[in-house]
């Protein structure tokens, strides 16, 4: 079993920067490959960007790439999502995952844990 608790979120004007944090808990850390999704109001989740276990891969969503940067940090069991020149598009509630095994998969099935969450709000 693995907890995942999500930090960081808040209301930014556009062009902002935010960084969310994923603190996982529970089993080896280095086990388990790492997404974020995010779901906005109406809509279904959404892949954001996902990370190998080493490292080696990441995946981003084509609205989030160049500006949205994924990493992890397996001393400190978090995973970490680096958004810049936010968008009012980029309001959701974001939602960190993970999955056993190396290989990040974008789609939200292949997760078997989630967190609880934590909201973004970017104004225009």
């Known amino acids: 079993q693995v907890q995942l608790v999500e930090s960081g979120g808040g209301l930014v004007q556009a062009g902002d920067s935010l960084r969310l944090s994923c603190a996982a808990s529970?089993?080896?850390?280095?086990?388990?490959?790492m997404g974020w999704f995010r779901q906005a109001p109406g809509k279904e989740r959404e892949f954001v960007a996902s990370?190998?276990?080493?490292?080696?891969?990441?995946y981003y969503a084509d609205s989030v790439k160049g500006r949205f940067t994924i990493s992890r940090d397996n001393a400190k069991n978090t995973v970490y999502l680096q958004m810049n020149s936010l968008k009012p598009e980029d309001t959701a509630v974001y939602y960190c995952?993970?999955?056993?095994?190396?290989?990040?998969?974008?789609?939200?099935?292949?997760?078997?844990?989630w967190g609880q969450g934590t909201q973004v709000t970017v104004s225009s």
């Open positions: 529970g089993r080896t850390f280095t086990q388990y490959a």
């Open positions: 995952a993970a999955r056993s095994g190396s290989y990040p998969y974008i789609a939200p099935e292949r997760y078997n844990y």
């Open positions: 990370i190998s276990w080493s490292s080696g891969t990441t």
